[in-house]
């Protein structure tokens, strides 16, 4: 499980790269600013599905729904704006 943690943190930080720059499209659509947020929102709640102190299972929640939330929306952005996104991904 260990050695997949530098390859999670790659798809992420893409992923989450991506979503900046659809963010900072003239055309970014209101749902997606409002799910961007949402997301920010649940990253610094003290409210989790799963709590904190619960050894192993509390930080994994946050690693395993943060990113699905943002692929997600990803998987959800208008085809102009997904193909200017992933172009600057790539630099």
Not at 30 to 43: E, H, M, S
Not at 50 to 65: A, K, Q, S
Not at 66 to 87: N, Y
């Amino acid at each position: 499980m260990w050695k997949r943690l530098p390859l999670l943190w790659a798809v992420l930080r893409g992923d989450a790269r991506q979503l900046w720059f659809a963010l900072r499209h003239p055309a970014a659509p209101g749902w997606l600013k409002l799910g961007t947020a949402l997301i920010a929102l649940y990253l610094v709640s003290p409210i989790d599905l799963v709590p904190e102190f619960i050894p192993v299972f509390g930080v994994l929640d946050d690693m395993v729904l943060v990113p699905m939330a943002i692929r997600w929306l990803l998987g959800r952005l208008p085809p102009e704006i997904a193909r200017a996104s992933a172009g600057r991904r790539g630099n």
